[in-house]
């Protein structure tokens, strides 16, 4: 039997995010509740875009991406 440690050496759990707290207005005011799912497509939109200008991203990628049905976005 293998050590408890070795076993999971190799284990590597972890996360990626970028959060909002909240809307806000380049002068730094909070914006009122929006509808995030016009937000989350219009964030989604400017990340693949802009990936894509960098190079960092194909168009087969991208159509892929903006037909799943959780985005991750």
Do not use: C, T
Not at 6 to 29: E, N
């Amino acid at each position: 039997m293998q050590p408890l440690l070795f076993s999971y050496a190799r284990f590597h759990p972890h996360l990626h995010a970028i959060v909002a707290d909240g809307l806000f207005r380049k002068s730094g005011s909070v914006l009122p509740k929006s509808d995030m799912k016009q937000l989350e497509e219009i964030f989604q939109s400017s990340i693949l875009a802009m990936l894509k200008r960098k190079g960092k991203i194909a168009d087969d990628l991208i159509g892929k991406l903006m037909n799943w049905r959780h985005s991750g976005f």
